[in-house]
């Protein structure tokens, strides 16, 4: 029989999430369990907590998600350039060169934009 | 039609997709679950932990612990089981099941990226032909998880620390894959194993210009991957208490603890794999993979070598980012994030160009010889020396006309004000 080779991942995930969940499981047996109203509290340094938790976050980290999805899916196209680069000759070089040049021109403008600066 | 076989000659697609399902395959992979994924990776995790605690107690002139068990080698079963019989407190406000499933898949992640890791010949758990990819994306798991965790806690320094977490998880994830670039470029293959093979064939990758400045930046952006001491802000007690982990305790924290132990062995293994050789001894040398003559033997005694070696090198990764956690203070958060994006990154591209220029002198003319080895040391070395010294020369112009530090007290301020 003839099996994919991530059959064995998925085993392997089904061991992990049973690994994780056994002293869980274990914990709920024999650990004791007290609830009371202090101890359910949000533990914010014993300060009462103040106002909303859930709230909408600043842009910055957007922005740095969208740059990574962008160097991300950059890294997928280089992938199978540097895999087969063996068999393309030096051409692919200059073409890589100038992908590359790109990209590095979209960081550049980002930078100069004030993107990647911390505020 | 093997595309791989009609373009170079040589089967491009060493590995396969499938494996055939024998009694043999299934008691490996029953082995491999059993023994090495619930029995071995975490004994190695615990005495990871007790060896930290050692080193860091005599880098502080501390003896560490010494109570439990000789030389205090049982200190972890003793945690173990004092984690067990904790009561596990969830927070009224939280999200139960999102709190719940957080550090499970944070854990899992730690766990999947083990698959593909050759530890020896033969020895690897499987061998998918996208080796390489895999690692990367389940590595990318724990982001989330860790976000889900920070989100679900209902606490505003939990959510602090999960929006740093996945701001610097997400930014060093992009020095780290792009490090490992010229390494695939250099053995032809997304495979572990093969570019194991490769560095049997052509020296370890970490020694020559582009390899060894591409394992430096993946050493850093693998520290920060694994969230460990300078890259420690997801955690930092002294401003956000712990981070996403606040509302997590026994077990629930038992878990996160495990993931990062488990993440920094993981990335130890992968380091060694990609850039010092895997288990060989020798840089320059195919020493003990030579040996094999298919007798079990051979396998056995080669096997040997291979694992104590690897073992070694592991052990002095892990080492280094203990005698880095006790060395270094942590980074300011707007520096974390400018060294990715401004150092690492710009670096990262560069070294994909200069690495394409090493294969062109050194590896295409076939054989690794001293003649190819020095012209690439002068196409490939000079450009990367001189590309780290434009980098770094650059950012610090930038950095001083910006005057970023203006309202800090740096080591001028503090000359000044004391004038």
Known sequence: MVAYNYVFVGLLLLTAIGFALAPLALVALIAPRKRSLAKGDTYECGVKTHGETWVRFRIQYYIYAIMFVVFDVETVFLYPWAVAYGGLGTFALVEMVVFLALLSAGLAYAWAKGVLRWV | ?419
Request: aromatic fraction near 12%; proline fraction near 6%.
């Open chain 2, 1 to 419: 039609m093997d595309v791989g076989s009609a373009l170079y000659g040589t089967p491009l697609f060493a590995q396969s997709h499938r494996v055939d399902l024998t009694v043999s395959t299934c008691v490996i992979w029953g082995l491999w679950l059993i023994v090495g994924f619930a029995g071995l990776f975490p004994g190695i995790v615990a005495y990871m932990v007790w060896l930290e605690r050692k080193v860091a107690a005599r880098f502080q002139d501390r003896i560490g612990p010494n109570r439990v068990g000789p030389f205090g080698l049982l200190q972890s079963v003793a945690d173990g089981l004092k984690l067990l019989v904790k009561e596990n407190i969830v927070p009224r406000s939280a999200d139960q099941v999102v709190h719940l499933l957080a550090p499970v898949l944070v854990l899992v992640s730690a766990f999947l990226t083990l698959a593909v890791v050759p530890f020896a010949v033969g020895l690897v758990p499987i061998d998918p032909p996208s080796g390489l990819v895999y690692l990367i994306a389940v590595s990318s798991i724990s982001p989330l998880g860790i976000f889900l965790a920070g989100w679900s806690s209902h606490n505003k320094y939990s959510l602090l620390g999960a929006m740093r977490a996945v701001a610097q998880l997400v930014s060093y994830e992009i020095p780290q894959v792009l490090s490992t670039i010229p390494v695939v470029l250099w053995a032809g293959s997304l495979s572990l194993v093969s570019i194991f093979d490769h560095q049997v064939a052509y020296g370890w990758n970490a020694l020559n210009p582009p390899g060894f400045l591409a394992f430096l930046t993946f050493l850093i952006a693998s520290v920060a991957e694994v969230n460990r001491t300078p890259f420690d802000l997801p955690e930092a007690e002294s401003e956000i208490v712990a981070g996403y982990h606040t509302e997590y305790s026994g077990m629930r924290f038992g878990l996160f603890f495990l993931a990062e132990y488990l993440g920094v062995f993981s990335v130890s293994c992968v380091a060694t794999v990609l850039f010092l050789g895997g288990g060989t001894p020798l840089p320059f040398s195919a020493f003990p993979v030579n040996l094999l003559d298919g007798s079990v033997g051979s396998y056995l005694l080669v096997d040997g070598i291979l694992l104590a070696v690897f073992s070694l090198k592991v052990l002095l990764f892990v080492f280094a980012m203990f005698w880095v956690r006790a060395t270094l203070p942590r980074m300011r958060i707007d520096r974390l994030m400018n060294f990715a994006w401004k150092y690492l990154v710009p670096l990262c591209i560069l070294n994909i160009v200069f690495a394409a220029i090493w294969y062109e002198v050194v590896v295409r003319p076939g054989a690794l010889t001293a003649r190819n080895w020095a012209w690439g040391m002068i196409a490939a070395g000079l450009p990367v020396v001189l590309g780290v010294q434009l980098v770094f020369r650059a950012n610090r112009k930038l950095a001083a006309a910006r005057a970023v530090d203006a309202d800090w007290p740096t080591v001028g301020t503090i000359a000044e004000a004391s004038r």
